[in-house]
T-cell receptor, first 114, second 115 residues
Framework: DAMVIQNPRYQVTQFGKPVTLSCSQTLNHNVMYWYQQKSSQAPKLLFHYYDKDFNNEADTPDNFQSRRPNTSFCFLDIRSPGLGDAAMYLC?????????????FGPGTRLTVT | GESVGLHLPTLSVQEGDNSIINCAYSNSASDYFIWYKQESGKGPQFIIDIRSNMDKRQGQRVTVLLNKTVKHLSLQIAATQPGDSAVYFCAETLISSGSARQLTFGSGTQLTVLP
């Protein structure tokens, strides 16, 4: 059974046209993360939610926003996508009390900007 | 301008041989390390972890070795199979901080298993 679900798996948007990527989880984890992964590179953390508390990485562009309306869902909004934002976007979750700190990743959404 | 993808380090092994994938981590304060496997078009998948109070941990066909003196981590895969072909990332974090688990990923290694 899928634990971290991302929709859509592939998204095409036009330069400057806002786009929203979604993530849902069935694990009831408190923490949800969004990563950006460009070709042949490691995932780069954009931000995370610890329950309702939003934590932005210092180098995440303002163009990227996130919403978490409830425990299960988290959204990534790209307000004005540029060509450089084309990437795989990964959602992950973890338990806040987990000793192991393991993160569970979704399959990713591959974003193409035309 | 358009960004250019980096070339991942690559490792090619014959099916049935053992594989060793290496990783140098950056933060000497990190106390928890994870190896992830990422197949093409999929998200990273947890393989094995190790805490800094250990220097070796074994799983099914995999062993992780940690050398804190030189900040080096390795993943050994025994009897490598075609299904092991993927990109392998090491990740480090500090779990004693009490905050949410911030993972710092290494650059990744592309493992190709040859028939």
């Amino acid at each position: 059974d899928a634990m971290v679900i991302q929709n859509p798996r592939y998204q095409v948007t036009q330069f400057g046209k806002p786009v929203t990527l979604s993530c849902s989880q069935t694990l009831n984890h408190n923490v949800m993360y969004w990563y950006q992964q460009k070709s042949s590179q490691a995932p780069k953390l954009l931000f995370h939610y610890y329950d309702k508390d939003f934590n932005n990485e210092a180098d995440t562009p303002d163009n990227f926003q996130s919403r978490r309306p409830n425990t299960s869902f988290c959204f990534l909004d790209i307000r004005s996508p540029g060509l450089g934002d084309a990437a795989m976007y990964l959602c992950a979750t973890s338990r806040d009390t987990s000793v192991r700190g393991e993160q569970y990743f979704g399959p990713g959404t591959r974003l193409t900007v035309t | 301008g358009e960004s250019v993808g980096l070339h991942l380090p690559t490792l090619s092994v014959q099916e049935g041989d053992n594989s060793i994938i290496n990783c140098a981590y950056s933060n000497s304060a990190s106390d928890y390390f994870i190896w992830y496997k990422q197949e093409s078009g999929k998200g990273p998948q947890f393989i094995i972890d190790i805490r800094s109070n250990m220097d070796k941990r074994q799983g099914q066909r995999v062993t992780v070795l940690l050398n804190k003196t030189v900040k080096h981590l390795s993943l050994q895969i025994a009897a490598t199979q075609p299904g092991d072909s993927a990109v392998y990332f090491c990740a480090e974090t500090l779990i004693s901080s009490g905050s949410a688990r911030q993972l710092t990923f290494g650059s990744g290694t592309q493992l190709t298993v040859l028939p």
